[in-house]
């Protein structure tokens, strides 16, 4: 892309040092360290770090020019603007040619449940022989039995994601399902990426630490539904205590599908049974019922079930292949994901309140009546501390014995992450507390019994721990093996 067809798309401050509006632009960066010759490099202003101190270092590697939010005493090419965190993915658009329109978007957003049920709904696409990549936490995918590709963000930032949907297109791909964070919304990251149709799971307290309130956050959330124009659809979790609140932003002429379980919706299911093999419902859909048999265990696997069928039934998928489908898909990896049988371990990513009671919910219901549910589990550092205690009195009141650790302390002191949790607890007597998480796995491999079930909670897939600046190799489910195979 040109410069001048840039500057001819963008609302812009000022021009300084811009002569030559013939130069091509290679690329977009907003990383000195990572800018070659001919990027367009961007000066993000973030929570703790200024891309305005870094573009001297992007012009020596090669930048063409730079945007910035306020005139910098350089020689080099610089576009003014207002905002250069909104402006940027505006220019990713551009730069790949507004990649979004030429596929059909569906957006998975939600405090837990987003990474099952993209994975859930991009295998329904393949079954009802339409192909289907998928962006979200774990990375991206090209189809279901392709390997991840790494991702940082559980959604990606601008240039990243529109080079992904670019790189989409041109495998001739034509649907994406993308988990869609609030983070991701409220930093316009998404913004410029035209959604075919949004699937709102459920909306529990997380991230405060960047939200402040739960009406932000709820906010930020929303923004993905407000985007919806006529011909698209929304699909949205009935039971949700933000329900309402999601299907009022929605405009009339958007396609409304709703699931759930307590309250009449679309999609409902009832005669809910649990075992050790997973869970069986009839599954209520536009009049005709269903019986399903999932391989899937808990409620939160029901939910997350009803909301990849409704998404079916919005994208006219075929729905008796659609359940054949989910009958034969065992789980994701890090979500209640069973690592040894006896003592039974399950390794899950639950990290909100609401996440660790629906897991020990579900835990609870395999334990066997002669064994107890152990619980360890952390919470991380630099991130919403109110929820710690709250953990707290989860873990106490679901599981007979908790086993408190580190999970990603960041700068934060882990002890007094620790001290926040067992804040919650009636009693802190019987709990045992263990800052090394493999001493904490460990511990708990010598307190359990063949009959009882062990939940490791909080990182789920993560196979890495931040301890203060530095990132280690670190797996749940590697220590897990490691510690209990030889029990």
């Not at 930032?157 to 495998?171: F, H, S, T, V």
């Not at 960041?410 to 992450?417: A, K, L, N, W, Y």
């Not at 001493?439 to 063949?450: F, N, Q």
């Amino acid at each position: 892309m040109r410069l001048r067809t840039l500057i001819d798309n963008i609302n812009y401050l000022e021009l300084v040092n811009v002569e030559n509006m013939s130069d091509e632009i290679m690329g977009i960066s907003y990383n000195s360290k990572k800018t070659e010759p001919n990027d367009l490099f961007i000066c993000l202003t973030g929570e703790h770090v200024d891309g305005h101190e870094y573009a001297e270092e992007a012009f020596a590697n090669g930048a063409c020019a730079c945007v910035v939010e306020r005139r910098l005493n350089l020689d080099e090419p610089q576009i003014v603007v207002e905002n250069t965190s909104e402006l940027i993915a505006q220019i990713a658009d551009l730069f790949y040619s507004s990649p979004s329109q030429k596929l059909n978007v569906i957006g998975v957003t939600g405090t837990n449940g987003k990474t099952t049920v993209t994975h859930l709904i991009q295998q329904l696409f393949e079954v009802n022989d339409q192909q289907c990549a998928l962006i979200g936490t774990l990375g991206h995918k090209f189809f279901s039995g392709d390997t991840y590709h790494d991702a940082k963000h559980t959604t990606p930032q601008a240039p990243e994601l529109q080079q992904l949907l670019y790189e989409i297109n041109e495998k001739c791909i034509p649907n994406v399902v993308m988990e869609v964070s609030s983070h991701a919304l409220a930093q316009h990251r998404v913004d410029y990426c035209d959604f075919n149709g949004a699937v709102f799971t459920n909306l529990t307290q997380d991230h405060l630490d960047f939200h402040i309130t739960m009406n932000n956050y709820f906010k930020a959330k929303s923004i993905l539904f407000e985007k919806l124009v006529a011909g698209d659809f929304a699909v949205i979790n009935r039971d949700d205590e933000y329900a309402e609140k999601f299907l009022n932003v929605i405009s009339p002429t958007v396609s409304t599908y709703t699931y759930g379980i307590k309250n009449s919706a679309d999609v409902m299911a009832k005669d809910i049974k649990f075992n050790h093999n997973g869970a069986s419902f009839v599954c209520c859909i536009k009049g005709k019922e269903y019986n399903i048999n999932l391989k899937m265990n808990g409620m939160f696997s029901i939910y997350n079930v009803l909301a990849a069928l409704t998404t079916a039934l919005a994208a006219n998928m075929d729905i008796e292949k659609s359940i054949k489908k989910l009958e034969e898909i065992g789980g994701v990896a890090g979500r209640f994901e069973v690592i040894i049988t006896k003592p039974m371990v399950i390794v899950d990513y639950a990290h909100t309140p609401d996440g660790l009671a629906n897991v020990l919910k579900t835990a609870r219901d395999i334990t066997p009546s002669n064994g107890k549910l152990i619980c360890l589990f952390g919470c991380g550092g630099d991130r919403d501390a109110t929820k710690r205690p709250k953990m707290g009195a989860i873990a106490e009141e679901l599981a007979d014995k908790v086993i408190v650790t580190s999970d990603n302390p960041r700068t934060e002191d882990p002890q007094q992450i620790i001290t926040d949790i067992l804040a919650g607890f009636k009693s802190v007597n019987d709990v045992i507390v263990e800052p090394d998480r493999e001493l904490a796995i460990k511990e708990a491999h010598k307190i359990a019994g063949e009959n009882d079930v062990v939940l490791v909670a909080g990182k789920g897939h993560e196979d890495y721990q931040i301890l203060a600046t530095e990132t280690i190799h670190f797996d749940d489910r590697e220590k897990v093996r490691e510690i209990f195979e030889d029990k």
